[in-house]
């Protein structure tokens, strides 16, 4: 059974930093097409970032410069490492791995940005 599961949010104040992580199991990840999300309260679920097949990362404007993806394949985590967050930043953040046509989700982690 594939499981994915997103760890590492929390409330921080605005410029500070959080590491998110997603971990898989019950795939390859070399398999898996790695992405994060986030939805914010009345908001729709938004792209955040992206872990290309060759490793390459990919960000959307949003958070171009302040965030930062990485990956361990070995053990099948990928990584958000977060600065200068914003209030805006303020979301349920996704991991979701697409292996083979489908979409695996994580529950998602709570970030919260105060000012």
């Known amino acids: 059974q594939v499981q994915v599961t997103e760890s590492g949010g929390g409330s921080v104040q605005a410029g500070g930093s959080l590491r998110l992580s997603c971990a898989t199991s019950g795939v390859s990840y070399r398999s898996c097409y790695m992405r994060w999300y986030r939805q914010a309260p009345g908001k729709e679920r938004e792209f955040v970032s992206a872990m290309a097949i060759n490793g390459t990362p990919i960000y959307a404007d949003s958070v171009m410069g302040r965030f930062a993806t990485s990956q361990d394949v070995v053990n099948g985590i990928m990584f958000l490492q977060m600065n200068s967050l914003k209030p805006e930043d303020t979301a349920m953040y996704y991991c979701?791995?697409?292996?083979?046509?489908?979409?695996?989700w994580g529950p998602g982690t709570q970030v919260t940005v105060y000012s």
């Open positions: 979701r791995c697409r292996a083979k046509f489908r979409d695996y």
